[in-house]
């Protein structure tokens, strides 16, 4: 129950920022949002929460968002490109990579010392965005000691809950203790979401310029905008999806190997929901859902009873309407995102930088991601690694060439090719547009 309590907290935040950034981009207003959010929390939640991870497959992970793609959102409209066709390609390309096992490949060619500095540098960075956050709500409703308050408590408690060994617990109650301090310290709050359902017919949303989307049909020229942003999504699939399976291996017991989440089972789930749910209308951009399975894997559940319980839950509050505007709430959200996915990520990183060796590997990664990003961070000190020259330097003795050239360098072309097609690279203007 907990893990799908914190896993509907932090999807309703998420949704709510690609479709508000998609609202923002192509001059739709906020009843666009709501609508839009409830078609992907319906269609996620009874087609791959409940149907898919909950009874067809217990070790694929739920399908969620994909967070570093929401400040992308902007960028994929300026450059001409269409959701519908983004969708197609991100979940075409999706399925082929999970179809030859790349992203199990991928996973296993990341050492400890890389995956650890790529945990490190998202927990960080998260961490401090979260927290820059809520002090900016404190400051814009003149209220900035309620926001020191809040984060002062939120420590406290998250401290307390790791010290008896509740830590699972992190999301919903700092999430709830923050929202109440706030309340009872007078910092104002609304409810606009009335009850309802959203309109399910794809032809609503794509099969006009008066309604929906208002963009109709994508065309040639919207499918080769949306190329490059692809790609880049289905690069960042990896190390996502390997964060995940890294809480998991760090707290299952050690023979239940079989409850872990398969990646190249949670590829296939995610490529297939990301096309399904923009044919319904959805504009959201999918990866493996964590804050769900980072809470469950701190608590040691297996993936398919919480996911028939966040799937019921996200069709109730989609419905009801009235819980979305609390979520979305600064002083549950922001707490909720601290204490549930990026303290969390911040630990596992440290835990998994054991020696000199992984030390290395990881402060490359982390210092290529701060002058790049982290997927160009993961990207190439994968490569440096898998070659020792960084980190164990034993370790190219033990993989084949395809292991230590082929599949790292195709992986860091592709990865830059994309990237300099969309501006990511600092001082290098966007080749595409």
């Not at 939120?154 to 790791?162: E, G, K, N, Q, R």
């Not at 919207?222 to 289905?234: D, E, K, R």
């Not at 440096?384 to 082929?406: E, Q, S, V, Y």
């Not at 592709?414 to 300099?420: K, T």
């Amino acid at each position: 129950l907990v893990p799908a309590i914190a896993g509907t907290i932090g999807i309703i935040a998420m949704y709510s920022a690609v479709m508000s950034s998609y609202a923002a981009a192509y001059g739709l207003g906020p009843e666009f949002v709501v609508e839009n959010v409830r078609v992907e929390m319906l269609v996620s939640a009874s087609l791959f929460c409940i149907l898919v991870s909950g009874f067809l497959n217990p070790r694929a992970n739920l399908a969620g968002n994909h967070g570093p793609m929401i400040p992308m959102i902007g960028m994929i409209a300026a450059a001409g490109g269409h959701p519908l066709a983004l969708a197609i390609l991100l979940g075409g390309f999706g399925l082929a990579l999970s179809l030859c096992k790349g992203g199990s490949r991928l996973v296993k060619l990341t050492s400890d010392g890389v995956a650890g500095g790529l945990l490190i540098f998202l927990g960080f960075v998260g961490s401090s965005g979260q927290i820059k956050s809520l002090l900016s709500w404190g400051s814009d409703i003149n209220m900035g000691y309620a926001a020191t308050f809040i984060l002062f408590i939120s420590i406290v408690l998250y401290a307390f809950l790791a010290r008896i060994g509740k830590r699972w617990l992190a999301i919903p109650v700092c999430a709830v203790t923050g929202g109440i301090i706030a309340a009872l310290m007078g910092a104002p709050f609304e409810f606009h979401t009335t009850p309802g359902l959203p309109n399910l017919n794809p032809a609503y949303w794509w099969g006009s310029t008066e309604t929906g989307w208002k963009l109709g049909m994508p065309t040639v020229e919207h499918f080769i905008a949306s190329l490059p942003f692809a790609l880049l999504a289905v690069a960042m699939w990896s190390p996502d999806f390997l964060g995940h399976r890294i809480f998991q291996e760090m707290n299952y017991p050690e023979k239940a190997e079989k409850a872990l989440m398969d990646v190249d089972d949670t590829m296939t789930g995610c490529s297939v929901r990301q096309i399904v749910g923009a044919a319904f209308g959805g504009g959201n951009v999918t990866s493996s859902w964590g804050t769900y399975m980072i809470p469950a894997a701190i608590a040691k559940r297996p993936i398919p009873g919480g996911a028939i319980l966040l799937g019921s839950i996200c069709i109730i509050v989609a419905i009801l309407g009235y819980p979305m505007d609390i979520a979305i709430w600064p002083p549950v959200m922001t707490i909720a995102l601290l204490a549930g996915v990026f303290l969390p990520l911040l630990e596992a990183g440290m835990q998994m930088v054991k020696d000199a060796k992984s030390s290395q590997s990881a402060g490359i990664c982390i210092f290529a991601s701060m002058a790049v990003n982290p997927v160009f961070g993961w990207a190439v000190t994968m490569l440096l690694d898998n070659n020792g020259l960084i980190g164990d330097k034993d370790r190219p003795n033990h993989l084949t060439l395809a292991d230590r050239i082929i599949i790292p360098g195709l992986t860091l072309l592709v990865c830059l090719g994309a990237m300099l097609a969309v501006g990511m690279i600092p001082g290098i203007p966007a080749l595409l547009g």
